[in-house]
């Protein structure tokens, strides 16, 4: 959430937002799958749960929460970096 915040700011260089943010999520996807199989969208988490016949639904609590409490911080330090600038 950072890198979209940063990479669409006001001060960021026009057009280079989609490949920051898609570098990112590439470098998320390159380091999680191999240690976690990782999904970083909590809908296809959800689906994958309901269908699985192990304890993931029990787990499923963890890819919403998550993404929410990050989304916050982010947010918080996206204003803090930025408010030096304005």
Known sequence: MVIIL???????????????????????????????????????????????ETAAASQLWLFWVAPIVGAVLAGLASRWLQDDAD
């Open 6 to 52: 940063g990479a669409t700011s006001k001060r960021a260089p026009a057009g280079f937002a989609p490949i920051a943010i898609g570098l990112g999520l590439t470098l998320i996807h390159l380091v999680s799958i191999p240690v976690t199989n990782t999904s970083v969208n909590p809908a296809r988490s959800t689906g994958v749960a309901f269908f699985a």
